[in-house]
């Protein structure tokens, strides 16, 4: 019995670290296409304009120490070693700490936030505060005392976001612009000028133009080919170290460094913004944490990426110890070092290598805008899910074509590597600082570790980082300047969306009414309650929405079955299926009056099809079967302070509820059927499946439950309409000037041209029905 037992456990580790191993491997495609392309390009934009490639090699040897000891400090040290362990839930990037630091010290910046969702269980995983009497606790009281310092965090996070997203642009056009430049060696030299810039701009429109394809037809292709780039470059890096310099490893002594320094000073201070592009990519490694694990990332990065890396480097070195006379520095690059019977292979691999590595830092930006959409601090946009199978491929058209717009501006505008480096250069730097301040606050309120390793932490990391800042930073009129342009247009149009946002919800929360005032208007104006299901979509997790109130007070009528749906988003990475509803009543049950609010993490996929309204209908049908309250008359409600609410799940997730089923299913208890009406035509909707509720035959409902159930099922019949909020906001009288801007000109030209809040339910048009209101805030 042992032997057997230990032989199960033994094949289960085998298949753990299988699975294991396969992440490895996939994870070179996603994570390290950026950075195993950066060859390309280092020594060439190193060499490029502050220091030459002089007769000695002390210049030589000091580049390649920086290099290394870059990469053996941030990716290596600082990512791999700490970073990837402040995960969120196994999600990680900017927003995965602004998210983690929000749970702990209770500063979320979202508004219908409420204390039910810290009830859920991947948002109180782990949380426990830190001790009373330390620094940790002193400084979480702090975050929450003051509104300008969560403010100045919330910033902190954004611009992090609007650096990832500029890098977006700035990595396809760097990436492919380097490989394409090893033309510039395989063909002659009267037409490689005219080839360059063409080539590589029709390679990105074509990348850009399959967006909306999705890469899981084609991403088997992505570790594969990523995995070829890293094997050649690593081989013929080792080829020129034993041909051209087998002694080259004596240049990574720091020693080198400070020879470098002393010698070229200012000059080679101004160069760092060349070598700092050896580590581009890096915060890929914590970024697409979710969709990997921990283990397989550092396992591809010790034993492959970095091994490659560090030898291709050295290989460049070695060749240009020995070859000091390369045309006055102008063809210092990756393809000098290619033996020439090798050139188009890596040239043709290369090209192939830049490709994933845009794929992957593209789909990277498609995924922090949606993050930033759904915390609030970005417009909405189309969402498409071009995989069924995994979530975190998506496409959004609009930013997929101004990507590409702006990739062919900065191809086109710049035309060297030079340039493209200064500019990618500063996005990646200020990303990695943000990455780095952040984790001082994890450490010291998620960690709960002492505020020494914290000061220690920041010191070190941010003091290399602000050295290498500082040098990108210089190099503003030559290139370092489009990062910053677009991460302050970007900021604008976020900080504009989250006011806006944040100002729209607040009138609907001062304006709210109750649901005596509801039930109150009855007799005053003859309300009618016609057949078949309302749908009111709002904002508001309690409370009667003003743009409900200003309909039936224009319209005495509302439908039999009336359900106030909330679709918000919580600042966790995901919310499981059995905690996706929230349903309770509103008043007296005989009203048949509903709320449900459905949550969503900042990563999870909103249901785009007519799925959503078979599970809103089952939520609310199992609260009737298991939640319903005892409250019978209006009095008895007004005296309760919040409205009950039961957390529910998914037909998939209660197989011992209630399930919708077709005519084909039979069981002994059916209530109701759902079947297209008589006066619909065919030729205008899609006709419905008939579709019937199945109730478990323990344990028995009561007769009054089992009405209720069954006029919800005839509401069903009878059809469901979505009442949707169209609201006009302007600035109110006696606002500031600024504040009219903000709000008449900015939030008001964003939310005319965004898609409509409910968009992601796919309601159909003839089931529609929009109330315009202005909104004066």
């Known amino acids: 019995m042992n032997l057997e037992s230990g032989f199960y456990q033994n094949r289960a580790k085998k298949e753990s670290w299988r699975t294991v191993l396969t992440l490895a491997y996939q994870s070179l495609g996603v994570v390290y296409g950026d950075l195993s392309t950066s060859p390309l390009y280092v020594y060439k934009s190193t060499f490029a304009d502050d220091i030459e490639h002089s007769e000695t090699n002390e210049e030589i040897f000091g580049v390649l120490s920086f290099v290394f000891w870059t990469l053996t400090l941030v990716p290596l040290l600082k990512y791999v070693s700490i970073v990837l362990k402040a995960d969120d839930n196994g999600e990680g990037g900017t927003f995965a700490l602004y998210s983690l630091l929000c749970r702990y010290a209770k500063v979320n ?8 969702d810290e009830d859920l269980s991947s948002y109180k995983n782990d949380i426990t505060g830190p001790a009373p009497s330390t620094f940790g606790a002193r400084l979480k009281s702090t975050l929450e005392k003051y509104r300008i310092l969560q403010k100045i965090l919330f910033v902190l996070a954004l611009i992090g976001a609007c650096m990832v997203i500029g890098d977006g642009v700035l990595t396809p056009a760097i990436s492919v612009f380097s490989a394409v430049s090893g033309v510039e060696l395989a063909m002659s030299k009267e037409h490689h000028k005219y080839v360059e810039v063409p080539v590589a701009c029709l390679i990105l429109i074509a990348l850009f133009a399959l967006q909306h394809y999705g890469t899981h037809r084609v991403g088997f292709l992505f570790a594969p080919v990523v995995l070829t780039w890293l094997l050649c470059i690593g081989a013929i890096g080792l080829y020129n170290i034993f041909h051209w310099n087998p002694h080259i490893y004596r240049a990574l002594s720091p020693y080198y460094m400070y020879k470098f320094l002393k010698k070229t000073q200012r000059g080679g201070w101004m160069s760092l913004g060349g070598i700092l592009l050896c580590v581009t990519g890096s915060e890929a490694m914590f970024a697409d944490l979710g969709h990997f694990s921990q283990l397989s990332i550092k396992i591809a990065f010790t034993s492959i990426v970095y091994p490659s890396l560090i030898l291709a480097y050295m290989g460049q070195a070695a060749y240009l110890s ?79 074509w101004i990507l590409m717009i702006l990739c062919l501006a900065v191809t086109i505008g710049f035309r060297d590597t030079n340039r493209m480096g200064n500019a990618s250069g500063l996005a990646v730097i200020t990303v990695m600082l943000v990455t780095t301040c952040l984790m001082s606050l994890v450490i010291v309120l998620c960690w709960h570790r002492s505020v020494i390793l914290a000061i220690l932490f920041v010191l070190f990391f941010g003091t290399i980082e602000a050295l290498y800042f500082s040098a990108s930073l210089i190099k503003f009129l030559e290139g370092a300047w489009v990062p910053i342009a677009l991460s302050f247009i970007l900021m604008i149009v976020m900080c504009v969306w989250h006011y806006g946002t944040l100002k729209k919800y607040e009138f609907d929360l001062e304006n709210k009414v109750s649901i005596d005032w509801l039930l109150g208007l009855g007799p005053s104006l003859g309300i009618v309650r016609v057949r078949g299901i309302g749908v009111v979509h709002s904002e508001l997790v309690s409370g009667i929405p003003a743009i409900f109130s200003h309909f039936v007070t224009n319209l005495p009528a509302f439908h039999q079955v009336l359900v106030f749906l909330c679709v918000k988003s919580v600042p966790i990475p995901h919310v499981k299926h059995e905690e996706r509803f929230l349903v309770g009543h509103i008043g007296p049950r005989e009203h048949s009056i509903y709320r449900c609010i459905v949550r969503y993490g900042y990563r999870d996929p909103h249901k785009d099809d007519m799925q959503f309204e078979n599970d809103l209908l089952y939520s609310i049908a199992e609260y009737i079967r298991t939640g319903r309250t005892d409250l019978n008359n209006a009095d008895e409600y007004s005296t309760k302070q919040h409205e009950e609410m039961m957390v529910l799940g998914t037909p998939s997730t209660h197989l011992n509820g209630i399930q919708l089923c077709n005519d084909e299913e039979l069981s002994q208890d059916i209530v109701g059927t759902s079947e297209p009406t008589e006066t619909q035509s065919p030729s205008m909707i899609k006709p419905r499946k008939r579709v019937r509720f199945v109730v478990p035959e323990s344990p028995k409902v009561d007769t009054s439950t089992h009405e209720e159930l069954k006029e919800l099922i005839q509401a069903r019949e009878a059809g469901i309409t979505y009442i949707l909020g169209h609201s006009y906001v302007r600035a109110k009288q006696g606002s500031s000037l600024l504040k009219k801007m903000v709000i008449n000109l900015g939030y008001g030209f964003l939310s005319r041209n965004c898609r409509a809040p409910t968009y992601g339910l796919r309601v159909p048009h003839p089931s529609t029905l929009e109330v315009g209101m202005v909104y004066n805030i």
């Open 109 to 116: 910046s979202l508004p219908n936030c409420q204390l039910a």
């Open 322 to 400: 020995r070859h000091h006379d390369i045309e006055n520095n102008k063809r210092i690059g990756f393809y000098v070092s290619v033996p020439e019977k090798l050139q188009w292979p890596i040239l043709v691999t290369a090209i192939l290598a830049a490709v994933v590595g845009s794929q992957a830092i593209i789909t990277g930006t498609f995924s922090i805008i949606k993050q930033c959409s759904a915390l609030g601090c970005f417009p909405r946009v189309k969402i498409v899910h071009t995989s069924s199978k995994v979530h975190g491929q998506i496409y959004i058209p609009e930013i997929n």
